[in-house]
């Protein structure tokens, strides 16, 4: 007779803390993949929070979008998370909120709105090893697709859950080199930060 193990509960990972803090928003998942012991999160994580005003609950003053995660059963670790950022200067406040759960080991891969189309990096911080990506007008999912060399037909018929396993499975093997520069020299690097809001239409 097979015992079955209960499936990872939020409270039993490394985003236990960013869940209590309320940081963990939009999800569009948020709960146990099929990797046994393995805990998913789509959505965006709050980076910094607007002051509060009596009761009136106001959006976060800058978050990492289209965030792409997993947390271990047992483990105060994320061992791999991607999103997007507008600036690459958010790094810090990045590796700020996520702190502790920050690992040497971990693949934390951000893409930037104002970072040059033709360069990646690698950028040492807190600890960690973060992968900084251009991003252009793609999506975080459709660029580690490509970056990790994953076919989108072949994930087409899995869930959310499913198809977050296969992106952090190939995340964590992930072992290509770029230049490593200093989060200051990035500073120096980044070009202007685009508006998000031109050409949309009102």
Sequence with gaps: MTTLTAPATIADT??????KEGRMLNPVLKAPTPTEGRFGFRGELALRFAPKLADEA?????TLDQVIAIATAGDPKLPFLAGYLLNFAHLKDVAEVLGDTLSAGG???LFCNNIDLSKKYQVPFQ????????IDESTVYNELLELLYLEKGDLKKLDTAGKTDKV???ALKFD???DTITYDEGLALMGPVRNPNENRPV
């Design 14 to 19: 490394a985003f236990a803390r960013l869940e």
């Design 58 to 62: 106001r959006p976060p003053e800058l």
């Design 107 to 109: 693949k934390y891969f």
């Design 127 to 134: 600890g960690a090893m973060f992968y900084v990506l251009p």
């Design 168 to 170: 952090a499975d190939a």
């Design 176 to 178: 290509i080199t770029f």
